[in-house]
């Protein structure tokens, strides 16, 4: 199988599975208990806190691992925003954009911020933001679909000034190009561990030290009282040694990454009516969103699978019809347009002549309609 589906979810490499293997089967302690069975499971999370701070430029008491980046991003909304009403960009992950629909629920005043035709977000609505000034602004740093990259460091900047507190949920940033939380200048970022190689079911949220964070699961001491459950000791070992490996390979996957999709798009740009989405915005080193004209997105992801390659489509089913994606409507694309999108999300194992294979189906697929 050619596997282009990186931003769905990454296989785990070999070095966390090793690593999290005596964590399933020889020290499977309660990480609470205070003998050196349980003690052992404790400092191996601790340190697992150390590798991931480590990526991320923080403290290790900064970080409460959570079940995903979903959980991440539904513990920043309810942390922030019943304050004083949220503003959410348009093209939000569903874990962002219907918690914060929960939150409109109740009463509180929801924005949904505009991007352009590139998915960015705009000064104009940075501008309207702060004459708003909710309690909270989300915006992510990458775009899963597009991949199109936020100026985040620049709109912090502002906003902060103007007291405004600001989450950026950057699950498919990391491991892909550089994240320095305190950089970035966010209160809150939400993280996901297997979209860099690790285990599934384990995340983080990364907090400023001002923020007080508003539980969402109670009933344990957990994650400094923050994030009650007996923790996925495995798992956040796994996510811990992910993020090791990708502090020490980051430069290198994304030279790599960015090699192959430079020769992924000259590919593209040979077949008549291809459009790349969100093509002038800077994006990250292994998306491409693509679309054939009058050709629907996905059928081709259909025949692709036929051909032994996996891709997502943009669309997404909702009471039995198939909608366009709500990002590329979002951006102002036409929906008929948007229908036809398709996305390749390249990986690390990833080869040149996958790329090669891939246009070569795609083009007889496309000529075949
Ligand atoms: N945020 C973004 C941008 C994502 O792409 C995803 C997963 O696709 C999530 C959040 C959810 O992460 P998880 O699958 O760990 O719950």
Redesign the pocket.
Known sequence: MIYFDH???TPIDDRVLDAMLPFLKTFYGNPSSLYRHGRIAGSAIDAAREQLSALLGVQPGQIIFT?????A?NLALATLAPQAGLAVSAI??P??LEPAQYLKNLEHELTLLDVDTNGLITQDTIDEVIRLKPGLVSI?L???ETGAIQNVVHYTDQLRTHDIRVHT?A??ALGKIPVDFNRLGAHLM?L????IYGP????ALVFEKSVEINPVLLGGGQEHGLRAGTENVAAIVGFGKAAELAKTELAERHGYLLKLRKLLEQGLSTIPGLTIFAENAERLPNTVQMGIHGIDGEMLLMQLDQKGIAVSSGSACASGQREPSPVLVAMGIDPSEAKSAIRISLGKTNTEAEIFEFIKQLKSLSVKG
């Open positions: 931003n769905a979810t079940s995903g980046g979903t959980e991003n939000e992950h874990s962002v992510m990458a775009n899963n949920d699950v498919q939400s996901s561990s297997h979209k599934k079911g384990c995340g």
